[in-house]
């Protein structure tokens, strides 16, 4: 208490720049979380079965193929990472899709708010895990200032605009058939596929 | 009127010299013909549409008699005025017209002075060629082309020729025209203006009689015109009638505005416009740009155009003067998501003593079309210094609605953000710099240093604070709120345990989250004043899992234990999922003594073999995650004893050895007597002998047989002499014998028989003997 505020002064910078970065890195290994990402995941592709009773037959009729891009589930990926980047962008569009307009489902609300935290667990996990290991590339490559140019790394892939135009689908999808019930069901049906699919192939490209 | 060489003028004006020279030179034999033969022609056809024909009268005085001027002239003039109605229908030409005067002073009266040298031409005759070629042209000119830079001419007429002639009305003759010429002429068929050139030489070939000379000549012009119009296939340099396409054509895409950005090629030239046309994968033409048509600015907006912005799409411009128009310049498709650039996000911020609040505003209109999909994917970086002297930068990552915490009371910050998509590798533009000042000190400092822990039932929040007897309460929000942007301060929800807590703990039961993750908030209050909220504290359930201890379920069997590990039971007697892959340590003892063998396994059901039966064992269990990095292990179960069975097992083998020892022993007695019998009966009889038997063997030969020894034969010897001497008669009494009789000193040998060894010395007596006994 008797501290002088000079040195407190002092001592507040390292300090503060120790506590932001703590803060900012979370010092949470990507490899730990990995337990806890392919925990919640499963948990969430269960939900997205329970969440619903059963599929309605009547929508049966207005099931629309949504194409999703195959080779983005190929287990020949150069890059393991090009498959987690994938799920990362799948993970952040159901995500969006979810967070939006559900009042029109019929899913009850205990049940939307479990999937709305699930899907936000999972986002959280494979961010901090990417965002690690982007960090570790940049260690070696010069970061940026000004974000005006690409660089050679951060060359977009195709694939990812692929599954990009994928979500848009759903998207439009649901707009179309203005957020009914139906089309909910439909939409939760095929990210569940979405999602088994990817999950698998990660999986599979795991045990290589 | 001057033409340079590439203009397409030129080679028809070069080729019409070539034929004035050629037909000076031939035999016209068939030039009349010809010559009458295509004026009816002509003749019919006045009356209809102009077309693409070189009436074979433009070859001045090539065959025109004297005679016929006026009637020429008139014809000219009206396929010249036919011609000159045209440009109402068709585009503006690449080339301005000629005046109108041209045509009539093109025709000289009567032929140059032979021989007119091939190369330099006469305007006269440059001009009337170039409006023909203008007409030609004209139409396909603007269509024909599709990429920018100068277009092949040859290429150009040809359609030209093709596309016009149909076009036009009457292209039955044209057609009739073409193909004779074609079979007249192969050798400047050839050539790409063949259709055009027919009539002439279709004219030439008529006229030629087959003279080797006239091959010859023929073949040069070939070569001439070849050429000659070889350098017009280079593009164009004209005298300030053809326009360049623009320059530097570029596409820059910032959130929603979409713009295309040229350079105009040529400085020198004024009163330019542009045009900009789109095309989109589903429809195959080109669309013209609404607002882009003919503006005179060097860029054009196309965010207006609602396309879907993952689709291709592909632009072209080009400029305009006048009737003139540049070649289109064509952008290489794209994407436009693709090409977007991030731009700069909004930022609102509110000071605290010690904290900043953040609150951003993604990228683009709240109703962006580029970012829809993208709204809550951002990750914002920001970058912030303190205004003075040091301005040391420091970069973090926030949340769209986040605090900046350890700051410093009544100081200057500035910081700039910007948003990220990591996917696609988008890093956006920097926010312009924003500056604020952080608060005089509160009175009451926030609470700090919050933790969470937990237990098998509860989870307990502790945090620290500076000052006595204050009441605190907490708060929670659901964790996937912070990645919407907007205000979430009215979704804060109360601890209900933990309101108005006097210490600085407070404890909750496991139930009130359920899985996720979660933030927590102290506020210390002391009746009057209320500090500021604590640091937001993130909390992970997942990571915060406590491992329930199992069951274990001890049974022994014949002389080993088995375990029986069960999952744990909550207490509301709900069984608890673990999914997480648990190794189980199980300790073991035997109860009097104290030593513990620990093992490790993952099966739920065990068995311990070899134990020594009646004695009694304990086991105790937990539950361990032994996972890279996270090490977690559950409290130990309760001990559970079981005293072993007595050996179950020994007491059946002895009763069954007993059985079997039962059964076997009679059979082994009987065995035991069979044998005792047979060795009785060998070696120790019983039974005597027949008497018989007895007789013969107990004296003689079982004596002799057993008893034998091989004593020598006692021979029933007399012995005849008791002296040396012999005599001879008293030895024939004993004939019934025959018993060698030996002399003394055979007597005294035993076994001798010989007699003439003994006979040296008694002689005689043995011969008496021997008499003797015969």
């Known amino acids: 208490m008797s501290v002088k505020p000079d040195v407190i002064r002092k001592c507040l910078w390292p300090a503060c720049l120790v506590g932001l970065f703590i803060k900012g890195i979370l010092s949470l290994d990507c490899n730990f979380l990995n337990i806890h990402l392919s925990r919640v995941t499963w948990q969430n592709l269960r939900l997205l079965s329970v969440m619903s009773n059963s599929f309605p037959i009547e929508c049966l009729r207005e099931n629309k193929a949504f194409e999703l891009p195959e080779e983005i589930l190929s287990h020949t990926q150069p890059v393991k990472n090009d498959i987690k980047e994938a799920f990362y962008e799948a993970s952040v569009q159901a995500f969006n899709i979810f967070s939006q307009y559900t009042f029109r489902s019929a899913w009850e609300e205990k049940h939307l708010k479990q999937i709305q935290i699930g899907l936000g667990q999972q986002l959280q996990y494979l961010e901090q895990c990417l965002e690690e290991e982007e960090k570790e590339n940049e260690d070696m490559k010069e970061m940026e200032e000004e974000g005006t140019k690409h660089s050679a790394m951060m060359v977009p892939r195709l694939s990812h605009l692929e599954l990009r135009r994928y979500f848009n689908r759903i998207d439009n999808f649901l707009k179309e058939k203005k957020y009914s019930h139906c089309a909910w069901e439909i939409v939760r049906v095929e990210i569940r596929r979405c999602f088994y699919l990817l999950l698998k192939s990660m999986a599979l490209l795991r045990r290589k | 009127m001057a033409y340079s060489v590439s203009h397409p003028a030129y080679f028809h004006n070069v080729h019409n010299l070539l034929l004035r020279y050629l037909n000076h030179h031939l035999d016209g034999g068939l030039k009349l013909f010809t010559h009458k033969g295509r004026r009816s022609q002509l003749r019919g056809r006045r009356?209809?549409?102009?077309?693409?024909?070189?009436?074979?009268?433009?070859?001045?005085?090539?065959?025109?008699?004297?005679?016929?001027?006026?009637?020429?002239?008139?014809?000219?003039?009206?396929?010249?005025?036919?011609?000159?109605?045209?440009?109402?229908?068709?585009?503006?030409?690449?080339?301005?017209?000629?005046?109108?005067?041209?045509?009539?002073?093109?025709?000289?009266?009567?032929?140059?002075?032979?021989?007119?040298?091939?190369?330099?031409?006469?305007?006269?005759?440059?001009?009337?060629?170039?409006?023909?070629?203008?007409?030609?042209?004209?139409?396909?000119?603007?269509t024909g082309n599709r990429k920018g830079g100068g277009p092949p001419e040859p290429r150009g007429l040809r359609t030209t020729s093709w596309q016009s002639l149909a076009r036009r009305r009457g292209t039955e003759e044209a057609a009739r025209r073409r193909s004779a010429a074609h079979a007249a002429g192969p050798t400047l068929a050839r050539l790409p203006l063949s259709a055009r050139r027919s009539p002439v030489a279709e004219d030439v070939t008529g006229r030629a009689s087959g003279g080797p000379q006239m091959m010859l000549a023929v073949l040069g012009a070939t070569t001439l015109m070849l050429v000659a119009g070889a350098p017009w296939v280079l593009p164009a340099a004209a005298e300030g009638t053809n326009l360049k396409s623009p320059q530097n054509v570029e596409v820059y895409i910032v959130d929603?505005?979409?713009?295309?950005?040229?350079?105009?090629?040529?400085?020198?030239?004024?009163?330019?416009?542009?045009?900009?046309?789109?095309?989109?994968?589903?429809?195959?033409?080109?669309?013209?740009?609404?607002?882009?048509?003919?503006?005179?600015?060097?860029?054009?907006?196309?965010?207006?155009?609602?396309?879907?912005?993952?689709?291709?799409?592909?632009?072209?411009?080009?400029?305009?003067?006048?009737?003139?128009?540049?070649?289109?310049?064509?952008?290489?498709?794209?994407?436009?998501?693709?090409?977007?650039?991030?731009?700069?996000?909004?930022?609102?911020?509110?000071?605290?003593?010690?904290?900043?609040?953040?609150?951003?505003?993604?990228?683009?209109?709240?109703?962006?079309?580029?970012?829809?999909?993208?709204?809550?994917?951002?990750?914002?970086?920001?970058?912030?210094?303190?205004?003075?002297?040091?301005?040391?930068?420091?970069?973090?990552?926030?949340?769209?609605?986040?605090?900046?915490?350890?700051?410093?009371?009544?100081?200057?910050?500035?910081?700039?953000?910007?948003?990220?998509?990591?996917?696609?590798?988008?890093?956006?533009?920097?926010?312009?710099?924003?500056?604020?000042?952080?608060?005089?000190?509160?009175?009451?400092?926030?609470?700090?240093?919050?933790?969470?822990?937990?237990?098998?039932?509860?989870?307990?929040?502790?945090?620290?604070?500076?000052?006595?007897?204050?009441?605190?309460?907490?708060?929670?929000?659901?964790?996937?709120?912070?990645?919407?942007?907007?205000?979430?301060?009215?979704?804060?929800?109360?601890?209900p345990d933990c309101e108005n807590v006097k210490t600085t703990q407070c404890v909750f039961p496991r139930s009130t989250f359920s899985r996720g993750i979660y933030f927590v908030r102290v506020q210390a209050s002391n009746g009057n004043n209320t500090s500021l909220w604590s640091e937001e504290k993130r909390f992970d359930t997942e990571i915060q899992t406590i491992i329930l201890p199992p069951l274990i379920n001890l049974k022994s069997v014949n002389g080993s234990l088995r375990v029986y590990i069960g999952a744990p039971k909550e207490s509301e007697n709900k069984s608890v999922d673990q999914p997480y892959r648990l190794t189980y340590e199980i300790n073991f003892w035997e109860n009097t003594s104290d030593t513990k063998s620990k093992i490790l396994q993952k099966k739920t059901d065990f068995t311990f073999l070899n134990l020594k039966p009646l004695t009694v064992y304990c086991v105790k269990a937990r539950a361990l995650i032994l996972e890279e990095k996270w090490n977690k292990s559950s409290d130990f179960s309760d001990t559970v004893c079981e005293k072993t069975k007595p050996g179950n097992t020994s007491r059946t083998l002895l009763i069954a050895g007993i059985c079997i020892a039962l059964l076997i022993l009679p059979a082994v007695v009987y065995v035991v007597r069979v044998l005792w019998r047979c060795i009785n009966y060998v070696f120790f009889p019983s039974s005597k002998p027949p008497s018989a038997v007895d007789e013969y063997f107990s004296e003689h030969l079982l004596k002799n047989l057993l008893l034998s020894t091989s004593a020598e034969q006692i021979e029933r010897c007399f012995v005849i002499e008791n002296t040396n001497t012999v005599s001879a008669a008293e030895e024939t009494n004993h004939a019934g014998e025959d018993y060698k009789k030996y002399g003394s000193q055979t007597s005294q040998d035993s076994g001798n028989y010989s007699n003439e060894d003994e006979n040296s010395g008694s002689g005689l007596s043995e011969e008496v003997l021997l008499q003797g006994a015969v």
């Not at chain 2, 009567?110 to 091939?118: C, F, G, N, V």
């Not at chain 2, 195959?284 to 396309?307: A, E, M, N």
């Not at chain 2, 237990?455 to 009441?471: A, H, L, Q, S």
Request: proline content about 11%.
């Open chain 2, 47 to 142: 009356s209809g549409a102009h077309r693409a024909r070189r009436p074979p009268d433009s070859l001045p005085g090539a065959r025109a008699p004297p005679a016929q001027p006026p009637r020429k002239q008139a014809l000219d003039a009206s396929w010249f005025d036919s011609g000159h109605r045209r440009p109402s229908r068709q585009r503006s030409a690449r080339r301005t017209r000629p005046a109108p005067g041209g045509a009539s002073s093109f025709q000289p009266p009567s032929l140059p002075p032979p021989p007119p040298p091939l190369f330099p031409k006469p305007p006269g005759a440059a001009a009337r060629a170039g409006e023909g070629d203008a007409e030609l042209e004209a139409a396909p000119g603007a």
């Open chain 2, 256 to 495: 929603d505005s979409c713009i295309l950005k040229w350079s105009e090629s040529d400085e020198f030239v004024s009163n330019v416009t542009f045009s900009v046309d789109y095309q989109i994968p589903e429809i195959d033409d080109w669309i013209k740009l609404p607002g882009c048509q003919y503006v005179t600015s060097t860029q054009c907006d196309f965010s207006s155009l609602q396309l879907n912005v993952y689709d291709e799409v592909k632009l072209r411009v080009r400029a305009e003067k006048g009737n003139d128009t540049s070649p289109w310049y064509e952008v290489d498709s794209f994407i436009p998501f693709q090409k977007a650039q991030i731009g700069p996000p909004e930022v609102h911020l509110e000071a605290e003593d010690r904290a900043v609040i953040l609150n951003i505003s993604p990228p683009g209109t709240q109703d962006s079309v580029m970012w829809a999909m993208d709204s809550s994917s951002f990750t914002y970086s920001l970058v912030i210094w303190k205004n003075s002297s040091s301005g040391e930068k420091r970069t973090e990552t926030v949340y769209p609605r986040d605090k900046i915490y350890k700051l410093s009371p009544e100081t200057t910050y500035c910081l700039k953000v910007r948003a990220r998509l990591h996917v696609q590798r988008k890093v956006g533009l920097y926010s312009p710099v924003s500056c604020i000042n952080t608060t005089v000190e509160n009175k009451l400092p926030p609470p700090e240093n919050i933790q969470i822990d937990s237990n098998n039932w509860n989870y307990i929040i502790k945090w620290d604070y500076k000052y006595e007897n204050m009441t605190f309460q907490a708060q929670w929000l659901y964790g996937y709120l912070k990645k919407f942007p907007g205000k979430h301060e009215d979704k804060w929800k109360q601890l």
